[in-house]
């Protein structure tokens, strides 16, 4: 028998939702880059399936949040910023820097579909495997969908990281061109 004195036990799904509050105000960085991905692949098929309003729009949009990514990205691994050769050179090696770097290349740029193909499926990839720690901080069963989804693109992850490097191998000679032009 339960005491009539102690306060009502709250539901597990008040728990879940208190967890999932809990780990988003510690996680606020890594919750702030799952919503961008998130809001990437949904520009990216604005873009692809132009339903939402104008196409050309979505492009930049997709480029602009990739940009927001990368600098995130950057704050996270570097830190406080300095004026040194050090900090430039730790700057450089990064990839965060790198894709940063092309999103600025590719905003002036007329809309070419391969640019975002890099985008979507590091979007995807990063996004699914954070999606996966949201949903086990839920610690709930019946989103068996969304985890064989996710699984699902945990599992081709070789496949997509080949795609990204067979796309961004294409993209260099047009690169040089742009450049030249």
């Known amino acids: 028998m339960s005491d009539p004195t102690s306060p009502p036990s709250p539901s597990p799904r008040t728990l879940n939702i208190e967890a999932l509050k809990a780990h ?3 996680h606020k960085i890594d919750c702030g880059l799952w919503a961008i991905r998130i809001s990437t692949l949904f520009f990216a098929l604005g873009y692809l399936i132009p339903i939402f309003g104008s ?22 691994r570097l830190g406080r910023v300095s004026l040194s050769r050090e900090f430039l ?4 090696t990064e990839d ?10 590719f905003l002036y740029v007329p809309p070419f579909m391969l640019v975002l193909i890099p985008i979507v499926l590091f979007c995807l990839l990063h996004s699914a495997s954070y999606s996966l720690t949201l ?15 996710i699984s699902l693109v945990e599992f081709q992850s070789l496949n997509i990281l080949r795609t990204v490097a067979f796309t961004e191998i294409i993209l260099m000679p047009y690169t040089v061109l742009l450049i030249l032009m």
Do not use: E, P
């Open 24 to 26: 988003v105000l510690s």
């Open 135 to 149: 949903l086990d901080t839920l610690g709930q069963n019946s989103w068996w969908v969304a985890r064989l989804l």
């Open 55 to 76: 196409a050309y729009n979505l492009y930049y949009k997709v480029l602009i949040a990739n940009a927001a990514i990368s600098a995130l990205r950057l704050h996270q």
């Open 96 to 105: 965060s820097c790198h894709y940063l770097f092309y999103s600025m290349i």
């Open 89 to 92: 050179a730790q700057l450089l």
